[in-house]
Every structure is written in C-alpha cells, then in structure tokens.
C-alpha cells in the first residue's frame, strides 16, 4: 500500500507487508464512530476554556453538560445499535467503579449525608464519566493522538494568561496564598488559582513533549517547541511548589528516556538551557522554593498550617479508619478536630483516607496500581512492536504525566476532581488501543469508520 499523507499534524505513514518492515504507527479501526469522539473533545475545551466565564450569556446554553450527553448517548445508542453492551465496565474502570461504590455506600455514615450525596453527583460522578467515556471512544492511535494535540493546544491560552499576569504585574494577595504576591490563574473552574493552573499544565506538558518527540515535520516541532516552552515559564510564574516539583519530575523523567533513546544532543540542550533558565528566577521564586525542605522558613505560614492539617488528618483515620467522614466531607471532619477553617487537607491520598476511611484509599490506591501495571505492559508491548513507535511515545508522555499526578497528590485538594480521571482514561484508552494493536500486529492499513 502506498504511502499516504495526514495532515501537518500528522506525518506519513507506511503500511508494513510483513516482518522486518517498520512502520511509524499502525492506524485501526474506530468501533464507535466520531460523534461521541468530538462531543467529548468540544466538552473537554468547553471545561478548560470556559467560554462562560467571558461572556456570561454562553453559560445559560450549559453547553459543557449538552456535549458530555450528546458524547455518552451518542456512544450508548451506537453500542445498542450493533447489539454490543454499552455499559460494560472491565479492567482497570472495575476500580473506579468499586470506589465510587464504596463512596455511596458510606453515605449514610457521612457527617451530612445529604453533603456527600450533593457532592457525589455533582462533582464526582462527572469525572468518573469522563474517565470512562475516554477510555472507550478514544479507541484508536490517530485519537489518541488527536487528544494529545487538542489538549496541548488548549494549554497555550491557559499558559499566556499566567505570563501576562507575571510579566504585567498583576499580582494578588488572596487568602489562598497567605500574603504572598502572586498571579491569578485562568479564569475556569479547574485552573482558577496559581496552584491549579500549575497542576494542569504538568499534567498536560508530558503529552506535549510526546508530541514533539513523534512528529517530523519542522513546522509542528517549532509550534510544539514554542508551546512547552510557554509552558514551563507559566508553571514558574504560579510559585507553586507542588509545581515545580512536579516540572522536575517530568524533566528528569524526559532526560532518561532521550539517554534511553540515545538522543543526548537533545538532552544535553535541555539541560544547558534549564541552567541558564535558573539564572533568570526570580529570588522570590528561589526563597519560595526553599520553604519545601524547611517548612519553618514559610513566611506566609501555608507550609506550616498544610503539614499540621496532614497530622490532623492521619489522627481523624486513626480514629475511624473503616467508614470515614463522608464524601467530600473532609472540611467538616479537620474542623471537628481542629478548629473551623474550613479547608481541605491538601493531599489526595488523606483526603481519600478522611472521607473514604482505609478500603477508600485503598481502593483509590488499586485503582493507581492497575493504570500503571497496564500502562507499564502497553509500553512493553508497544517497544517490541516497530510499527508501533509512535504510540510508544504517547504512552511514555502518559506515564510522565501519571508519575508527575503521583507526586502533586501529596500537595493537593483535588482527589474527585477531573485533574486525575482525564489522565486515568487517556491512559486506559492507551492500553486497550495497545492491546489491540500489538496482538493484532501489523496487518496493513484501515481507513476511520465514518460517523
């Protein structure tokens, strides 16, 4: 079959005939069609985005709550169509389920049951449908793909709102940074606050980096380049410190796989200019970044208050370790034990621990181990398969990506929000998309399935 091209953003591919033929990746099948593919990629712009917050008159359409119906009807309806079930839940979302089961069920325990179950549908049980929307309509390499250049896409606006504000000094003494001078974030709900703007982007720069490893053409690499670059200085400009740990995570991870891949040129570069980057910090930024080691240098007091929430936090579990608080009713449980702030305890797995008691983290913690097991034979799968070099990279910027979620969990609020599920189903779509590719082999080329 005869080469064929795709796109700018996309390179050319070559079908291979049989053994020892490489081929750069191996296009399949899609099973579901395209209508629930892009209503879920036009809600995932609606979420990031936020259109309503600029023009309010947008927010009265619900246009993020019309894409994700149209999204999982269109799909169930498709399965039903072809006679398949369309709410079948294996694998790694088996899991999920079990927690979200489990959430439910402790209910009736919570510190205000009514709060959990409010919470529950109104936060939690969108993140696990997302989450397992994607896990089954990106069902292919070419989505997959496709997904990775929406959200990098998306991340420019994010990042350039967090420049400007840095560069034009538009910086806020808000309650959440204790007195300390810092950017507003994006104005959405998931990167409203410097902290979350930063989360966001490392979630999302690990797919960029991927992208730019896979792509050929000149023109794609410099608008990839341009976008991690924008990236990096938008992290910086947050002075968040789960942030910056969560950038070096990703930094060394890449440096390790471009020595794997005998690239150094490339890393070697990388790292020149993250040491001349680091001449160019600020010394705010510098003396911010010394409190993670020695908490008792915070002058802003947060470190110090956050770490004695997490001691607060591990004696609530000591004390009812099999039910806890409720869903979402953490807040209510650190006040009880001391004092009313009301706020969360900064730590996914505590947070888990507080409402869920031990079987919740657990289970949040089995849900972690599944993901990453799989995603660490797709990858084992993908490397010993030629014509699969381009997923291979997709799964790399994903297992980046989890690990740098892995680290900000130890400093963040948001174990029910999308920051994790988005990533969990990416990468269970990565995994079956593996599965079906390498067991499959290379068998030649297939168009998409039409809508």
Known sequence: MSDQTWGWWRHQTVAAAGPGISARQVPQLSRTGSVPFWALMAFTCLLLLSPQSFVPAVGALHLPLLMALLSAGSYILGRWRHGEKALQIGGEMRFAAWLAAWALLTVPLSLWPGGSIAFFFSIYFKALVVCWLLSRVVDTSDRL?????????????????????????????????????????????????????ALMLNLILPLSI????????????????????????????????????????????????????RRRNLALLIIAATLAGTLLLPSTYINRLSTITDIQADQTNSAQVRFRDYLTAVKYVARHPLMGAGIGMNILALNDARGATWTKVHNVYLEYAVDLGLPGVGLFLLLLYAIVRGLRQALRRAAAVPALADLHFLLEGLGVSLAGFILSAFFYPDAYQFYFYYIAGLTIAAIVITKAAAGDGVQGETQASPA
């Open 145 to 197: 793909r496709s997904v990775c250049w929406i959200l990098s896409l998306i991340a420019a606006p994010l990042a350039v709102s967090g420049v400007r504000s840095f560069f034009s000094g538009a910086f806020k003494h808000e309650e959440l940074s204790h007195g300390l001078a810092r950017i507003s974030g994006y104005d959405a709900s998931l990167t409203g606050n410097p902290n979350d703007l």
């Open 210 to 261: 991927a992208l730019f490893l896979m792509v050929r053409g000149m023109g794609a690499r410099c608008v990839l380049a341009a976008l991690i670059g924008l990236d990096v200085v938008a992290i910086v400009a947050t002075f968040s410190r789960a942030g910056f740990l969560s950038l070096a995570v990703i930094g060394i991870s890449y440096l390790v796989i471009l020595f794997r891949r």
